[in-house]
C-alpha cells in the first residue's frame, strides 16, 4: 500500500516549457486534490477533483490545466511554465472515515 | 476569503516542556479542524483532527478547540527534539470535498 504517489520527485524547467505533474492513490479515495507550497505563503490549493469525472478551481489556479484520468489518478498540467509557477507541488487524497487528506511526497519545480 | 492565522514563530521549547501552538480562522461555517506536522524538505503528515468544542487528545497531543472563538490550539507534552518541525493548522468549512484552507505554519524548534 503505497499511498500516495508522485512523479518526477524534481523538475526544472524553462519558461515557455510544458509538463504534466502525476499524482496517483491506491486508498481507494473518491477527492484529490492538488496544493502549492512557496515559503512564507503555506499550502494554497490549486485544483481539485471531488469524484471520477469532476474537477474544480481552488484558490490560485491561472495557469494549470487537471485532468482526472480515473479514480487512481489525477495530473496537473502547465501548459506554458513561468518563474512564478517554481514551488513544490504536493497531491493529496481525502478519506471519508475520518475526513482527513493524506499527502504525497511532492514535487520540486523550477521554472528558469 | 477565508483566513487561518498563524504565529510563524519560531517558537522555542525546552525538552520535556509543553509546546502550545494556536490558530485562528475566520470562517464560522467551518467544520473540521486539523494539525499537520512537515519536517523540512518532507511532506505535511496528519497529526490530529477535531470537530467538536472541546480538547480531544491522542498520546502526547491534545487538540483544543472553540468555535465560539474561532480558535484551535495544539499542545505537545514532554516535548522531544524529534518534535522540532513546521506545524501547520488547516480547516475545512463544511466537511466537504473542496479543500483544506492552512495556515503558513508554526516553526517549532525543541531545545535539548
Known amino acids: 500500500n503505497a499511498g500516495v504517489t508522485q512523479t518526477p520527485k524534481f523538475q526544472v524547467l524553462k519558461t515557455g516549457q510544458s509538463m504534466t505533474l502525476q499524482c496517483a492513490q491506491d486508498?481507494?479515495?473518491?477527492?484529490m486534490y492538488w496544493y502549492r507550497q512557496d515559503p512564507g505563503m503555506g499550502l494554497r490549493l490549486i485544483y481539485y477533483s471531488a469524484s471520477e469525472g469532476t474537477t474544480d478551481k481552488g484558490e490560485v489556479p491561472n495557469g494549470y490545466n487537471v485532468s482526472r484520468l480515473n479514480k487512481r489518478e489525477f495530473s496537473l498540467r502547465l501548459e506554458s511554465a513561468a518563474p512564478s509557477q517554481t514551488s513544490v507541488y504536493f497531491c493529496?487524497?481525502?478519506?471519508?472515515?475520518?475526513?482527513?487528506?493524506?499527502f504525497g511526497p511532492g514535487t520540486r519545480l523550477t521554472v528558469l | 476569503q477565508k483566513e487561518v492565522e498563524q504565529n510563524s514563530g519560531p517558537l522555542s521549547v525546552p525538552e520535556g516542556a509543553i509546546a502550545s501552538l494556536n490558530c485562528t480562522y475566520s470562517?464560522?461555517?467551518?467544520?473540521?479542524f486539523f494539525w499537520y506536522r512537515q519536517y523540512s524538505g518532507k511532506s505535511p503528515e496528519l497529526i490530529m483532527f477535531i470537530y467538536s468544542n472541546g480538547d480531544k487528545e491522542d498520546g502526547r497531543f491534545t487538540a483544543q478547540l472553540n468555535k465560539a472563538s474561532q480558535y484551535v490550539s495544539l499542545l505537545i507534552r514532554d516535548s522531544q527534539p524529534s518534535d522540532s518541525a513546521t506545524y501547520l493548522c488547516a480547516v475545512n468549512e463544511g466537511g466537504g470535498a473542496d479543500g483544506l484552507t492552512f495556515g503558513k505554519g508554526t516553526h517549532l524548534i525543541i531545545q535539548p
Open positions: 486508498m481507494n479515495h473518491n477527492s
Open positions: 493529496a487524497s481525502r478519506s471519508q472515515g475520518p475526513d482527513t487528506q493524506y
Open positions: 470562517d464560522r461555517g467551518s467544520q473540521s
